[in-house]
C-alpha cells in the first residue's frame, strides 16, 4: 500500500521512528487506541492502520472510547467512521464527568482528575479487550507543554514517557506520535476526513488552565524566535545530566572518585563534572519540522 500523501509520508516515517527508537511493537501485539474523537486520537489510529498494512510484523488494532458522560457527545459519529474504515471500536460509558465534579476541589483543575479516572478505565479495558499495549495520541507539543508544566508548576525536570510500564507492570502505554507535531496531526485528520468530535468537557479549551497558558506562551516564544519549539524537543533527546542539581545522578562521591582517578585535586571534582561530556540518553534525535 502506498502512501497517499506527502503529509501521510512524513508521518509514517515520524511514527516509524519512534516505534523503532523505543521498541514500541512486536509480532503479535494488539494495539489498543485511546479514541477520543479528537484530532490526535484519529491521526494515531489512522497511522497505525496504514503502517499495520506495510508492517513486515502482524499486529491489530482496536479502539476504545472512554465516554466521560457529557451531555451531547457524539458516540454516533464515532461508530459511523469506525464503521465505515473497518476499525473494531469499543465505547465504555462512564461517570468520570460527575466524578470530577463531585470531587474536585474549588483550587484544582480538573484534567489531571480526569487523566487518572480515564488511565484506570484503560487500564481495565485493555484486559477486557485482550490488548497487549495501549496507544495514546499524545504528540510532540504535548512532550514539551509537559515539560515546562513540570518545570513550572510540580518542581519536576520531566515530560512524559515515550513508554511506560504501569506500577503494577501489567500494562504497557505507547505514544507512537512522539515525534508528531500538533499541526501535522490535525492537518492529517482533515486529510483524511476524519470528523473531529468534541469532548463536550466544560474545561475543554478553558484558557485558564495552565496548559493552556503554556502552549500560549510557546507560541508566543515561537514568534519572536523562531526554533524555539525545536529547541525543546531536541533538549529532551540531550540530556546533560552533570549539569543539574540532583545528586541521585550525581553523587557527591562519583565526582571525588573520578577527580581522584585524573589526578585533579578533590575541590575540582566540580570542575571535573562542569567540562565532563554530555550524556546521549536516547538513541537518536528527532527531526522536528
Ligand atoms: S479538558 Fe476535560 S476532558 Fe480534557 S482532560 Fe481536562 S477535564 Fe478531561
Redesign the pocket.
Known sequence: MAYRSPLETRIAKKTTRAITDFDMLEDGDRIMVGLSGGKDSWALIQILDVLRQRAPIDFSIVAVNVD?GYEGYQHAELSRVCRERGWELHIEHTTIGSI?DDKLEASDT??SL??RLRRGVLYRLAEQVGATKIALGHHQDDFIETLLLNLFFAGALKAMPAKLLSDDSRHVVIRPLAYVSESEARAYTREMGLPIIG?C?P??GDLGLQRQRVKRLILDLEREHEGVRNSMLTALTHVVPSHLLDRRLNPPAALRARARATGAPDDASGAAAETAQPLRLHRSTPTVQ
Open positions: 466521560s470530577i480538573p484534567c480526569c487523566a469532548c468537557c474545561a475543554c
